[in-house]
C-alpha cells in the first residue's frame, strides 16, 4: 500500500533544516551571492547545530539520514539558497566514497578530522577534457614502493580551496586507461597541490568552484581508497546516492521562487484589481505549482528506492535529478516572469534563484548526459 505521509522523525527533520535555513541561510543569501565567497559562518554553525553530513553513520558525526530524510534536508537547504545549500551537500558528495569503500579504520581517521575542524571536503573527478565522461579521465596516480604520485589536472572542483581533504580519481596504469581509475584521500595542503583561482559563476556564488593542478603529490598507500581499478564503480555508486540530493536542492529552489512570486502577485495591483485575479497569471502559478508537487513526489521515490529497492536506483536517480532541475529552472524562469521588473529586480531575489536553477542542471551530470543514462536503463529493462 502507498503512503505519502511522513514520520514524525522525517516531520522533526524537515523543521529543524527549515528553521536552520530561515535563521542562517535566507537573511545571508543575498551577501554572499554578492560577495562571491564561501559562507564559513554558516557552516560552521550547521557543524554546531548537527546539520552537516546527515546521511553518513553517527559514528562517523552523522545522523544516520536515509536518503528519503536527505531529501527532506536538501528541500529545505535549497529553499534556503541553492549555493549555499550546495557548500553543505557538496561535503556529503566529497566523503561518500570514503563512506562506501574506505576501511573502518581510515574511515574513523578522517571522519574523525573533518568534524573536529569542521571543515568541508572535496569531490575530484571532473576535468577539462573529461566530464561526465569519467572513462576519459586522464590524471594518474603511479604507484612508487609504500607511495603514489599523483599527476593531473582537475576542473570545476566544488569546495576546492576551501576543502581540508580531496577525494581524488586518477588513473594507476595508462595502458588500462579508465579499468585502472582509482579513488584517493588527498589533504588539501600536500605539496604539489596548486589551486587556480575560484571560477567566476553565473549563480550559486557562495559555491567555490576551482581547477586543480596536482604536480608529483605524493600519498601513502594507506590512502587509496578501495582497491586499484575501483573507482569507476565508486564514482557511480557515489552518484546513485547524491543526485537526489540535486532534484531536492531544485525542488526547493522552485518552492521558494513559486512562493515569493505568489505574494507578490497576490499583492500587485494593475487595472483595480491584483494581477493575481488575471487568469494568465493564475494558470502559470497552476502550472508552477504543479509542476513543483510533481518534481518532488519523483525525487521522494528515487530516493525511497535507494533506501528500499536498488534495482532501479540508477535510472530513478537519474530521473530525478533531470526532471526537477529542469523544473527549477522553468518555475524560477516563470517566476521573474509573472513578476516583470521587479521579478528582474535584484531586490526580490527571484532573480538569483533563477541564476542559481541553472548550475544543477549542470553539475554531478549534465541532463542530457542524464537522459543517457535512462535511455540504457530503458533498453536494458
Known amino acids: 500500500m502507498i503512503d505519502f505521509q511522513l514520520t514524525k522523525e522525517q516531520l522533526d527533520i524537515q523543521a529543524k533544516y527549515r528553521d ?4 542562517w541561510i535566507v537573511p545571508n543569501r543575498m551577501k554572499y551571492d554578492d560577495l562571491a565567497e564561501f559562507p564559513w559562518e554558516i557552516v560552521k554553525a550547521a557543524y554546531d547545530e548537527g546539520i552537516m553530513n546527515g546521511p553518513m553513520d553517527p559514528q562517523y558525526g552523522g545522523h544516520g ?3 528519503l530524510d536527505g531529501a527532506l534536508a536538501s528541500e529545505e537547504l535549497g529553499a534556503g539558497c541553492v549555493g549555499i545549500g550546495i557548500c553543505i551537500d557538496a561535503n556529503t558528495l566529497a566523503l561518500t566514497p570514503l563512506y562506501l569503500a574506505a576501511d573502518e579504520a581510515f574511515k574513523k581517521k578522517y571522519f574523525g578530522l573533518i568534524n573536529e575542524v569542521k571543515g568541508v571536503a572535496a569531490y575530484c573527478l571532473t576535468e577539462p577534457n573529461a566530464g561526465s565522461d569519467v572513462q576519459s579521465i586522464s590524471s594518474t596516480a603511479i604507484k612508487k614502493g609504500d607511495k603514489y604520485v599523483i599527476n593531473g589536472h582537475k576542473r570545476f572542483i566544488t569546495n576546492g580551496e576551501v576543502s581540508t581533504f580531496m577525494t581524488v580519481f586518477a588513473q594507476t ?6 579499468r585502472s581509475l582509482t579513488a584517493f584521500l588527498v589533504p588539501s595542503d600536500s605539496p604539489g597541490v596548486e589551486f587556480k583561482p575560484r571560477l567566476q559563476k553565473m549563480g550559486q556564488r557562495a559555491s567555490v568552484q576551482n581547477e586543480i ?3 608529483d603529490v605524493e600519498v601513502p598507500v594507506e590512502n587509496r581508497i578501495g582497491d586499484e581499478g575501483y573507482g569507476f564503480i565508486i564514482a557511480m555508486k557515489t552518484f546513485d546516492r547524491t543526485r537526489t540530493g540535486v532534484a531536492a536542492l531544485s525542488v526547493g529552489n522552485a518552492r521558494a521562487a513559486f512562493e515569493k ?8 495591483k494593475q487595472f483595480g484589481k491584483p494581477i493575481a485575479a488575471n487568469q494568465a497569471i493564475g494558470f502559470m502559478m497552476a502550472d508552477m505549482a504543479t509542476k513543483i508537487e510533481t518534481a518532488r513526489l519523483i525525487t521522494w521515490y528515487a530516493a525511497w528506492a535507494y533506501d528500499h529497492d536498488k534495482s532501479k536506483l540508477n535510472k530513478l536517480s537519474a530521473m530525478s535529478k533531470l ?8 518555475v ?3 517566476a521573474v516572469q509573472a513578476m516583470g521588473g521587479d521579478g528582474y529586480s535584484r531586490d526580490f531575489e527571484v532573480e538569483k534563484m533563477m541564476r542559481d536553477a541553472k548550475l544543477c542542471q549542470i553539475y554531478e551530470g549534465t541532463n542530457q ?3 543517457i543514462v535512462i535511455s540504457k536503463s530503458v533498453y536494458k529493462e
Open 20 to 23: 536552520f535555513a530561515q535563521r
Open 65 to 67: 539520514h536515509s536518503l
Open 173 to 178: 596504469d595508462p595502458e588500462k586507461g579508465s
Open 213 to 215: 593542478i596536482f604536480k
Open 261 to 268: 512570486a505568489r505574494e507578490w502577485t497576490k499583492s500587485r
Open 323 to 330: 526532471y526537477a532541475s529542469d523544473i527549477g529552472m522553468e
Open 332 to 334: 524560477t524562469t516563470d
Open 369 to 371: 548526459v542524464q537522459r
